[in-house]
Nanobody, 117 residues
Framework: EVQLVESGGGLVQPGGSLRLSCAAS????????MSWVRQAPGKGLEWVSA?????????SYTDSVKGRFTISRDNAKNTLYLQMNSLKPEDTAVYYC?????????WGQGTQVTISS
């Protein structure tokens, strides 16, 4: 059974930071492209970032988070990360860890990130 379990969400003030983690099991994580996707209140799904599986992995971000968010992975720990800095109220959303890039497989349950003063 594939499981993607996110953690690290919470409530922070604008300008603050959070680090999301996603623990993967039931997949060959080291062979999997991985993405973060978010859904803001009342809005649709928005792709945030992706990282391919190979060493020297190609990384991509949506324009609104470039320079503020950093995606990374630890294949030895089967874990995906999203370091989020300089957070803005518009970053408020449920963040999902997703297997794949462009074509998606398993999804995590999501972790809530709220940016508010």
């Amino acid at each position: 059974e594939v499981q993607l379990v996110e953690s690290g969400g919470g409530l922070v003030q604008p300008g603050g930071s959070l680090r999301l983690s996603c623990a993967a099991s039931g997949i060959t994580f080291s062979n999997s492209h991985m993405s973060w996707v978010r859904q803001a209140p009342g809005k649709g799904l928005e792709w945030v970032s992706a990282i391919i599986h190979r060493r020297g992995a190609s990384i991509s971000y949506t324009d609104s988070v470039k320079g503020r968010f950093t995606i990374s992975r630890d294949n030895a720990k089967n874990t995906l990360y999203l370091q989020m800095n300089s957070l803005k109220p518009e970053d408020t959303a449920v963040y999902y860890c997703v297997e794949g890039w462009h074509e998606y497989g398993a999804w995590g349950q999501g972790t809530q990130v709220t940016i508010s003063s």
